[in-house]
């Protein structure tokens, strides 16, 4: 599959996420209420993951939490790093969560995003945290899907795009999957050539 990076449309990030804000969670309380729920802040080391908590004792103190797959970005700390949740988590007020706001997103195009999105992360270097506004209001570069004739599909509801553009979700799937596939293929071609 072709990258071609210079047919690529910009997009605002609160335009193609919803961005929750995480509420604050300790250290004691992830000891206190264990499960099996993942509890991440803004960390780079084990996916940002904290500890495993009870999802329960969250949803009783009203925790920002997701139950399906989502990004997760550092609003401080690790300013900028954005990890993938395959089962969803809870944060708390140092990370925020990110939700595609297609319909049923995939695990390919969260790991796609993922990736655009960490080409950012030197904009919250030196100190600079995340927030919900600047970072919403931040733009990056996406596939936008098209015509058979190579002309962009125009949205008129301008649902993602002041411009009408449409992320191309198919395109970052099956993206996904081809590298997933060509990673195959090479351990395979290694192993026969022993």
């Not at 605002?12 to 499960?35: L, M, Y």
């Not at 993951?49 to 970005?73: A, F, H, P």
């Not at 996406?142 to 190579?150: A, E, F, N, S, Y």
Request: charged content about 20%; some cysteine.
């Amino acid at each position: 599959m072709n990258l071609n990076i210079n047919d690529w449309k910009e997009f605002k990030i609160a335009s193609v996420c919803s961005i929750h804000n995480g509420k604050g969670i300790t250290k004691d309380e992830i000891a206190e209420n264990p499960g099996t729920f993942p509890a991440v802040q803004s960390g780079e080391e084990n996916n940002g993951v904290l500890g495993k908590i009870d999802i329960n004792y969250c949803k009783s103190m009203n925790y920002t939490l997701s139950e399906q797959q989502c990004l997760t970005v550092a609003r401080s700390g690790c300013a900028g790093y954005v990890s993938y949740q395959p089962s969803g988590c809870v944060v708390g007020d140092s990370a925020k969560i990110l939700l595609l706001k297609n319909e049923n997103p995939g695990r390919n195009q969260y790991l796609f995003l993922q990736t655009v999105l960490t080409a950012n992360r030197f904009k919250y270097a030196y100190g600079r945290k995340v927030t919900e506004e600047k970072y919403g209001n931040d733009t990056i570069n996406l596939p936008v899907l098209c015509h058979p004739d190579g002309a962009p599909v125009i949205d008129k509801t301008h649902a993602y795009s002041e411009h009408g553009y449409i992320p191309d979700w198919e395109f970052m799937e099956q993206y996904m999957r081809s590298l997933h596939n060509k990673i195959w293929e090479d351990i395979w071609r290694h192993i026969a050539s022993r």
